[in-house]
């Protein structure tokens, strides 16, 4: 017990024994004790109605004069007050250091709670997306950006998922978007302008389109004037084998040209339509067929269930088949063997392409689907590859969220494997297959 406190208690017990002792001397010592109780309760009511109004006003003079317990506690108080105040101004502070920085900040950021709703955002976010510090708090986010795209984002479940995004405020520009989660169950929606990134891979993709496409007519009429000249009985003998060999190149050009354009059409195109379910046990047995007849062809095997299709377009999943087997072909002895399968169970669905054919080195692994790689440019070349083939691949799997991967091995074979969503699949029972 602290000295004031210890007076307050002595001076309220001295005070009652006053009271009873005056009360003994006109023979009433316990109204003397509850008239000194009561004048004592007084006191104290009357203490703390002024401590009540000093809270109030703020003007705590009284105390400030007095002593005892009151003066104490009053301390305490002011004392307690003035932290509370020094810690706010602090943290005043910190906000608006913080606000500062964030407002700074080049792309935008908007804190949203676990219902998608705005908590906070900064002024990149108003400049990029045209998101309202004030008026937009409490709004869904995907009710001011409405885009498929973002709403997919909001509903991942996968961290390092970005999406790319038209702005609201500009049909211009392009934001990418990507969801970070913090305390608790809220997550922080960064917005970067890549406009300028898009504008460029745009201009790239066109300028590889027109070009191909520009190439392809004089191409055309080489290719002709080379294909007269060969059908020319006139022409020397010793011409003839040149001028098949730029028949060869021409034809091999126009391969080159034809395959730059299919990227280029395919890197544009959004998700694949997903209207037909294809058969694709029957296109591994059309592509089989279309090989089959050649010489130097290794054996062809078929693992397919034909009751899981596929929704897409047949002409795309052939072209994948077609890369895919072809490439199996050119790399594989005759005397080896090539398997393609077909299968669907819960997770999805697998086209694979195994072979039995020289493999590839792991170091080379990485960079198969990269435009113009090959392993051994020469050879390929002699192969009659572009080195186009797997990005082509791996640009349609895009189209249906579809992945591939590459497992080999030097001199004992390859796998290639895509691997397709559920959603993509329909499985007809066995039995109802027609
Ligand atoms: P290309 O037209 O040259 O075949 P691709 O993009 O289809 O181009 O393939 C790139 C390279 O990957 C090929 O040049 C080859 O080196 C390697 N490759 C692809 N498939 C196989 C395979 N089944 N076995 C061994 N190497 C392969």
């Known amino acids: 017990m602290s000295d004031a406190a210890r007076k307050f208690v002595v001076g309220i017990l001295l005070f009652l024994a006053a009271g009873t002792v005056v009360g003994w001397l006109y023979d009433r010592p316990v109204v003397g004790l509850m008239v000194a109780a009561l004048l004592g309760l007084l006191w104290q009511v009357r203490q703390l109605l002024s401590f009540d109004r000093a809270l109030r006003t703020g003007n705590f003079d009284d105390f400030r004069q007095g002593d005892g317990i009151w003066e104490q506690i009053f301390s305490r108080f002011q004392y307690e007050n003035e932290k509370a105040t020094r810690r706010k101004l602090g943290y005043r502070q910190l906000l608006r250091e913080v606000r500062k920085s964030t407002n700074a900040m080049p792309d935008g950021a908007v804190i949203l709670n676990s219902d998608n709703e705005i908590i906070a955002s900064n002024r990149a976010a108003k400049q990029l997306a045209g998101i309202k510090r004030k008026k937009d708090r409490g709004q869904r986010v995907d009710n001011i950006l409405r885009d498929p795209e973002l709403t997919r984002l909001l509903h991942a479940d996968d961290q390092s998922l970005t999406i790319e995004m038209v702005s609201p405020i500009d049909d211009g520009s392009w934001l990418n978007c990507r969801l970070v989660p913090y305390g608790g169950d809220q997550k922080l929606l960064l917005l970067r302008d890549v406009t300028e990134r898009i504008r460029l891979s745009k ?37 003839s084998k040149p001028v098949a060999q730029m028949q ?3 034809q091999r050009m126009r391969h080159i040209l034809g395959e730059m354009l299919e990227l280029s059409r395919l890197e544009s195109a959004g998700t694949a339509n997903a209207d037909d379910a294809i058969d694709v046990s029957r296109l591994l047995e059309d592509a089989r067929s279309a090989f089959e007849g050649h010489a130097d062809v290794a054996r062809i095997l078929i693992d397919a269930d034909p009751g899981a299709q596929l929704k897409g377009s047949a002409a795309e999943i052939e072209t994948v088949i077609v890369n895919l087997l072809s490439n199996a072909i050119r790399f594989t002895p005759t005397d080896g063997e ?6 669907a169970d819960a997770d999805g669905a697998d086209l694979i392409v195994v072979d039995t054919g020289e493999g590839i080195d792991a170091e080379h692994i990485p960079r198969l689907t990269e435009r113009f790689f090959r392993v051994d440019k020469g050879r390929a070349r002699d192969k009659g590859g572009t080195g186009l083939g797997l990005a082509i691949v791996k640009h349609v799997l895009a189209r249906y969220d579809a992945e591939l991967s590459i497992d080999s091995e030097p001199d004992k074979g390859s796998e290639f494997r895509c691997h397709f969503p559920a959603d993509r699949v329909v499985v007809t029972p066995p039995g109802s297959v027609s």
């Open 203 to 239: 201009m790239r993709r066109d300028f590889v389109a027109n070009a191909s496409h520009e190439l392809r007519s004089p191409l055309t009429v080489i290719a002709g004037y080379l294909d007269s000249l060969a059908d020319d009985d006139d022409m020397p003998a010793d011409w």
């Open 248 to 250: 060869a190149q021409a």
């Open 338 to 343: 090539i398997t393609l399968i077909w299968r």
